[in-house]
Nanobody
Framework: QVQLVESGGGLVQSGGSLRLSCAAS????????MAWFRQAPGKEREFVAH????????LYLDSVKGRFTTSRDNAKNTAILQMNSLKPEDTAVYYC?????????????????????WGQGTQVTVSS
C-alpha cells in the first residue's frame, strides 16, 4: 500500500519560513518523480514544484522561484519543500505527489494528472 504523508505545515507570519516533508512508503521511491501542489480555498489545485527521480532537475511555479526549494533524500524516501519569505498568498493546503512521468518536465508545468499517488495534504497559513 502506497502512502505519502506530509508534515511541517502550520501558521507563520509573512516573511517567515516553513519546511514541509513528505514521507513515502510502499513504492520504489527512487523510481518516482516527486512534486508539490497546493490548493487555496475556492481555487483550483496548482503546481508548485517538481523534482526528478535523481534529484538533479527541478521546476518551480514562477511566483515561488527564489523563495521555495524542493529536494529529496532517496535513502530516506523523503521529499522536502523548503519555503522561505512566505507571503499571505502562499496560504493553502499543500500536497505532495509521486509519479513516473513519461517526459522531461519543463518549461511547461506538469499537470496533476501526471502524478499517480497523493498525500493527504498539510495546511500552510501565512498571516500578514
Amino acid at each position: 500500500q502506497v502512502q505519502l504523508v506530509e508534515s511541517g505545515g502550520g501558521l507563520v507570519q509573512s516573511g517567515g519560513s516553513l519546511r514541509l516533508s513528505c514521507a513515502a512508503s510502499g513504492l520504489p521511491f527512487s523510481f518516482y518523480d516527486m512534486a508539490w501542489f497546493r490548493q487555496a480555498p475556492g481555487k483550483e489545485r496548482e503546481f508548485v514544484a517538481h523534482i526528478n527521480r535523481s534529484g538533479t532537475s527541478t521546476l518551480y511555479l514562477d511566483s515561488v522561484k527564489g523563495r521555495f526549494t524542493t529536494s529529496r533524500d532517496n535513502a530516506k524516501n523523503t521529499a522536502i519543500l523548503q519555503m522561505n519569505s512566505l507571503k499571505p498568498e502562499d496560504t493553502a493546503v499543500y500536497y505532495c505527489a509521486a509519479g513516473r512521468l513519461r517526459r522531461v518536465v519543463g518549461p511547461a508545468k506538469p499537470s496533476d494528472t501526471e502524478y499517480t499517488y497523493w498525500g493527504q495534504g498539510t495546511q500552510v497559513t501565512v498571516s500578514s
